[in-house]
């Protein structure tokens, strides 16, 4: 498996990160040819645009979709994003029991708020 990328490239830094943090074993791989929009960069990816991971023949562009593949074939160590849905999860717990077992109380709250006028009769 290869990932073509630059140095300065940020968006190919958001996939190289995932790489280093997971510790898998992926080849750092320049662009081909002289950058991004070379023929024979394009002839990898047509758009032009970096990072491309070959994952052993299929080409993956976009590093969002890049970062999903990494994440979901080497799951250990989680990567920042589903630690961050951890996160995620752990403060709407509190708040979903809260909206759904205080609901008589949210009720009578609500009540008290006047209706906006509406344009049915
Ligand atoms: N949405 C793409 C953006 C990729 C992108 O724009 N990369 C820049 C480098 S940071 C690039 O390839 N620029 C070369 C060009 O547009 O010709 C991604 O997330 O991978």
Redesign the pocket.
């Known amino acids: 498996m290869k990932l073509y990328n630059?140095n300065?490239?940020?968006?190919?830094?958001?996939?190289r990160i995932v790489v280093y943090e997971k510790g898998v074993n992926i080849e750092m791989a320049p662009i081909p040819g002289a950058?991004?929009?070379s023929p024979e960069y394009k002839k990898i990816n047509p758009?032009?645009?970096?990072?491309?991971l070959d994952a052993d023949g299929t080409i993956i562009?976009?590093?969002?979709?890049?970062n999903e593949y990494l994440e979901d074939k080497y799951p250990n160590p989680p990567c920042c994003r589903r630690r961050r849905r951890a996160a995620r999860t752990s403060a709407r717990s509190p708040a979903s029991t809260i909206s759904i077992w205080n609901r008589p109380c949210a009720r009578s709250f609500r009540s008290s708020i006047p209706r906006p006028a509406t344009t049915r009769s």
Request: aromatic letters at 4%.
């Open positions: 630059m300065l490239s940020n968006f190919a830094t958001k996939s950058g991004p929009s758009l032009g645009k970096i990072p491309t562009a976009e590093s969002e979709v890049i």
